[in-house]
Nanobody, 125 residues
Framework: QVQLVESGGGLVQAGGSLRLSCAASGRIFSTYVMGWFRQAPGKERDFVAA????????VYLDSVKGRFTISRDNAKNTVYLQMNSLKPDDTAVYYC??????????????????WGQGTQVTVSS
């Protein structure tokens, strides 16, 4: 069982920045593929970014490329999402997810095994 706890959400003006954190339980965090998803009101949950085991491979949603950066600290069992140049369209509940099935990076929601409770990000115009 893997538990994920997100933090760092909040209210920010357009153009501002936030850093989300996700702390994970488990002794083999370094072998989890970690992802961030988001769900805006009335919409489906969408993939935002993912990071591989420890080789630095990352994947991003096109609309966040160049603005968001996913990273991980395996010593702290934590994954981060640095969000810069935020836009009102980035407003959503952001979820951290873990895939423990192997090293291939996934972007489909159903391919992730464990989920956090979500943290609200609101970007005002």
């Amino acid at each position: 069982q893997v538990q994920l706890v997100e933090s760092g959400g909040g209210l920010v003006q357009a153009g501002g920045s936030l850093r989300l954190s996700c702390a994970a339980s488990g002794r083999i965090f370094s072998t989890y593929v970690m992802g961030w998803f988001r769900q805006a009101p009335g919409k489906e949950r969408d993939f935002v970014a993912a990071i591989g085991w420890g080789d630095g491979i990352t994947v991003y949603l096109d609309s966040v490329k160049g603005r968001f950066t996913i990273s991980r600290d395996n010593a702290k069992n934590t994954v981060y999402l640095q969000m810069n140049s935020l836009k009102p369209d980035d407003t959503a509940v952001y979820y951290c997810a873990a895939d423990v099935s192997g090293p291939r990076i996934k972007w489909r929601e159903y391919e992730y095994n464990y989920w956090g409770q979500g943290t609200q990000v609101t970007v005002s115009s």
